[in-house]
């Protein structure tokens, strides 16, 4: 486990540059330990297995001995001879690396064993291991610190452990939206990876996290990989930060529900303490007194479901008097039974033993005892309106399934489609129909014909970016869609589309005109002149 001083000396300091030099020189990067296993092999270490990877290593690699012994020890967390990793590490040695806390004298229970059984083993006690991603500033990569995972452990959790970069993390550095902002705030930062991210385009970072521990992780992290610009602070929810104000807030709370009796493990880095999803509540409730005028935050949350109850019902009364623009996506829904599966299984303890049997029944337990049926999660985006202006919007969606392609992340779409809605938000139908608009370019349209028949039985648009939305349409909005190239007024194309049709143009007008609105608000359909600042409607 990563053990540094509550202080940032000097030579700690030295010891990171020196880490950071090792690390570059033998080319410690995503691409380059993956070539050292393979494809097949990668698959399975995303699965939580180390062993074709393993196996793979046995093949010695002597271009890049460095290198296999930095992914050997810090990616697959199997034990090394001393003497290699003073090679691999030769600025920083082995010392160094026990005193970043990085390998310890403690015989670990990493998967393999070292390739020469009678050397001085050196054992891991952190995870170490090359990030690399795409995002709206380009591509960018760095190397990320984090307690060992359960296969190198062998066992459950411990109730402190700092999780590395998992599937939720790189979610919510997904939706990051990129605009650059004077500050943000990471709130529960763990590692430090969504503070890193929100680095990129915000000149100074407040990361907050309850746990100690979590914040020394976060801090050799941001020092690691150069970045200066992040303060971290200790404490619970928003007190860390009482009376600041941010332009942007993104958190990854612990929002898991997890049963409040005294004999279930709570892990600091995903359960919140409180009862049911009241953390979540309490981090949307919260931003409203957190963020600046035209101010964004993006949460990831878990929401309860009661009895025959709809969870968008109670998403609405937690916004109730917030004063917050919302919009709510919900991704998936696990039944309780579930739910309680994943969780403990998440923790480290396995199926089929008497300990998972006996969290499993505390868990559905608490889950009938307060009539939970099912968990659902989602995105949730909050935006503080500007100067006195009342909150205009109000989304609650079902998104089910998979992305569309968007290879620098979703938060330039999600930027897009608040600027549309404000853009909406301002225009009446008579303003609308003398606007121009045209088809977003990962917008196709799909058309499926009856045998010989000449025309389409079904058409469909999709949308090949952003939340890869599929929407039904008529023939008569197919043909608006179609003529909407930014040469014509939206009136000018309802009127020749009624006109081709043979249709009353103002029923016309009246069925259409919603529609577009959806596609507008869905960046579906571009606006000719859209304000994406977030300063004004536009």
Known sequence: MVIAPGTNTNARTADIERLAADLDRAGFTVDAVTSLWGPAAAAALGRGRVEPALRALQAQHPSAPALVTLARLFVLNAPVPSDELDTALPTLGREGAERLGLVGGVAGTGAGAAPNGDADLVHPAADLRPYSFVDAHGVGAWWVVS???????????????????????TTLSGLMMSR?????????????????????????????DISERALRIADLNTRLNGVR?????????????AGERFDHIVSNPPFVITPRAADVPSYEYRDGGMIGDDLVREVVRGAADHLTEGGVAQILGNWEYSGTGDAFDRLSEWLDGTGLDAWIIERDVQDAPLYAETWIRDGGTKPGTPEFARLYTAWLDDFEQRGVTSVGFGYITLRRPWADAAPTIRVFERLAGGLGHNPSGLGDHIAECLAARDWLAARDDDALS?????VAPDVTEERHYWPGEEDPTVLTLHQGAGFGRSLRVDTALAAVVGACDGELTIGAILGAVASILDVDADALRDEVLPQLRDLIATAMLLPERLDMSGDSAG
């Open 147 to 169: 307690d060992l995972g359960e296969i190198a452990r062998d066992g459950a959790l411990d109730e402190d452990h700092v999780l590395g970069i998992g599937g939720a993390s």
């Open 434 to 438: 003398h606007e121009r608009v045209t």
């Open 229 to 241: 610009t992040v303060e971290l602070r200790t404490g619970s929810l928003y007190a860390p930060v």
């Open 180 to 208: 650059p902002v004077a500050s943000a705030l990471d709130l529960g930062t763990g590692c430090g990876i969504q503070a890193l991210h929100a680095s990129r385009h915000a000149v100074r970072v407040v990361a907050t």
